[in-house]
């Protein structure tokens, strides 16, 4: 299984910007996939998930109303499309497929497939 992320780059507070992640090597429209992100000194932490099937979504409360996850099983592809970017949403953002149980669907315990990470960097 691999997760291929991309979409990352350099940005100012308050631009929009969407992230990618295609995957490969497992039948996508089965797993669940998340958005996490981890900034320096800090750990990875929850954004988005989507679950498989009924697509519902989840967020975490720092980017609800301005990040949308979303998914193309035609593709085998996640995206985070991020708006009103903060300073503070600067991290290495991961995608993950899993299986989750509804209780994990918002843990890294829930995903058992990583991608590699995208830098984002909101200056102010």
């Known amino acids: 299984v691999q997760l291929q992320a991309s979409g990352g780059g350099l940005v100012q507070a308050g631009d929009s910007l969407r992230l990618s992640c295609t995957a490969s090597?497992?039948?996508?429209?089965?797993?669940?996939l998340g958005w996490f992100r981890q900034a320096p000194g800090k750990e990875r932490e929850f954004v988005a998930s989507i679950r498989w099937g009924a697509d519902n979504t989840y967020y975490a409360g720092s980017v609800k109303g301005r990040f949308a996850i979303s998914r193309d099983n035609a593709k085998d592809t996640v995206y985070l499309q991020m708006r009103s970017l903060k300073p503070e949403d600067t991290a290495v953002y991961y995608c993950?497929?899993?299986?989750?149980?509804?209780?994990?669907?918002?843990?890294?315990?829930?995903?058992?497939?990583w991608g590699q990470g995208t830098q984002v960097t909101v200056s102010s």
């Open positions: 993950a497929a899993g299986t989750p149980i509804i209780s994990q669907i918002t843990e890294r315990s829930g995903f058992r497939h």
């Open positions: 090597g497992l039948t996508f429209s089965r797993y669940s």
